[in-house]
């Protein structure tokens, strides 16, 4: 089925996990010093991303499938959240790989199952509502004056320098 376009922004959002989980099994290799420097950036790019991605899903789309019947899903899928939650705060070495392994196959089930279902169960115009939401929640927050410097720590700063 083709992804409604109120769902496309969530889809998205699957890409930066996707890539984020294939460097962090790339680590595997890497001396220590490395693996960690590079755990603790994506442990970044988790609280600025992936996070955000999750309390959309937690506060539009799981409550709307909820209310569908669909609690089965909505349970698994916040199973799911909490132990990719859990296993982000562990140390690379024990849990990189795991975490890797957790967030491709939490993606795979959103994309084919999750997804799918809320485009087959959800009337039209709740899924209209919850389109704009995820794309009101995408808008970067206006400055008030010029008095907040560029720190580069806002949630969603622009990382151009190929790092996680």
Request: aromatic share 4%.
């Amino acid at each position: 089925m083709r992804r409604d376009p109120n769902l496309r922004r969530l889809s998205r959002d699957h890409h930066t996990g996707l890539v984020l989980a294939k460097r962090i099994r790339e680590l595997s290799a890497a001396d220590a010093a490395r693996r960690d420097a590079a755990w603790t950036e994506a442990q970044a790019r988790f609280a600025d991303a992936l996070e955000p991605h999750f309390q959309l899903e937690e506060q539009g789309l799981l409550p709307a499938l909820r209310a569908a019947g669909e609690d089965a899903l909505v349970e698994r899928t916040l199973a799911e959240h909490a132990e990719l939650r859990r296993l982000i705060r562990g140390p690379a070495a024990t849990v990189a790989e795991r975490f890797a392994e957790a967030l491709t196959a939490h993606i795979r089930f959103e994309e084919a199952t999750l997804f799918e279902t809320a485009q087959r169960v959800l009337d039209p115009d709740l899924l209209a509502q919850l389109g704009a939401l995820h794309e009101q929640a995408a808008r970067p927050a206006c400055a008030l004056s010029g008095s907040e410097s560029g720190s580069g720590s806002e949630p969603g700063s622009a990382r151009g320098d190929g790092t996680l």
